[in-house]
């Protein structure tokens, strides 16, 4: 069965950097579309960035852009976040998520891991 | 404060209808760029429940629909039951911004 696991998270100070990855099993990782999204505490969801299956053409929300950059390992079936400058409000769970359909951008976020939290403070 | 608006709750008693709205613009659902839907149970990732506007994934219950018209998208909820209770999100993609986004997300309550 699919499964994506991520891990990374702490509590760090603002302006410290951190990197997140997100174990991928039971699908074939490097046919997919993989996302990473957000969600402060006790706030909505927020896209933060999205990985193509072949490491081209990565796009980022604004908020992050600059400050975080996201790659993949398809040899070890893992998506990383790498996020650098962090400030106060990156403060939140940070899931990955993958695409529906293999190959293709926008069929909906069929499959979430289960989150890893990321602290910012002083 | 995100392109997509949504209400931030709605409530119904069981049995009841309920239906949630996600208002965009002519750079994201006017677009005709998809809608899906996701379901957030508390202190659970979300959950796709519906894609491309209006279809189901496998196991989901038909008692979820979505539709579409113009600039809006909505999800309706049908035979309300307890464990329907959960935050409702829906997401697109937005050209002028040039990302995906959420809208804001609802709160549903069954009474």
């Known amino acids: 069965q699919v499964q994506l696991v991520e891990s990374g998270g702490d509590v760090v100070q603002p302006g410290r950097s951190l990197r997140l990855s997100c174990a991928a099993s039971?699908?074939?990782?490097?046919?997919?579309?993989m996302h990473w999204v957000r969600q402060a505490p006790g706030k909505g969801l927020e896209w933060v960035a999205v990985?193509?299956?072949?490491?081209?053409?990565?796009y980022y929300a604004d908020s992050v852009k600059g400050r975080f950059a996201v790659s993949r390992d398809n040899s070890k079936n893992t998506l990383f976040l790498q996020m650098n400058s962090l400030r106060t409000e990156d403060t939140a769970v940070y899931y990955c998520?993958?695409?529906?359909?293999?190959?293709?951008?926008?069929?909906?976020?069929?499959?979430w891991g289960q989150g890893t939290l990321v602290t910012v403070s002083s | 404060q995100s392109v997509l608006t949504q209400p931030p709750s709605v409530s119904g008693a069981p049995g009841q209808r309920v239906t949630i709205s996600c208002t965009g613009s002519?750079?994201?659902?006017?677009?005709?760029?998809?809608v899906h839907w996701y379901q957030q149970l508390p202190g659970t990732a979300p959950k796709l429940l519906i894609y491309?506007?209006?279809n189901r994934p496998s196991g989901v219950p038909d008692r979820f629909s979505g539709s579409k018209s113009a600039t809006s998208a909505s999800l309706a909820i049908t035979g309300l039951q307890a464990e329907d209770e959960a935050d409702y999100y829906c997401?697109?993609?937005?050209?002028?911004?040039?990302?995906?986004?959420f809208g804001s997300g609802t709160k549903v309550t069954v009474l």
């Open positions: 998520a993958r695409e529906r359909i293999d190959y293709e951008f926008w069929t909906g976020f069929k499959y």
């Open positions: 039971g699908f074939t990782f490097s046919n997919y579309v």
């Open positions: 997401q697109s993609y937005d050209s002028s911004l040039s990302t995906y986004v």
């Open positions: 990985m193509p299956y072949d490491g081209s053409n990565k």
């Open positions: 491309g506007f209006t």
């Open positions: 002519s750079s994201n659902i006017g677009a005709d760029y998809d």
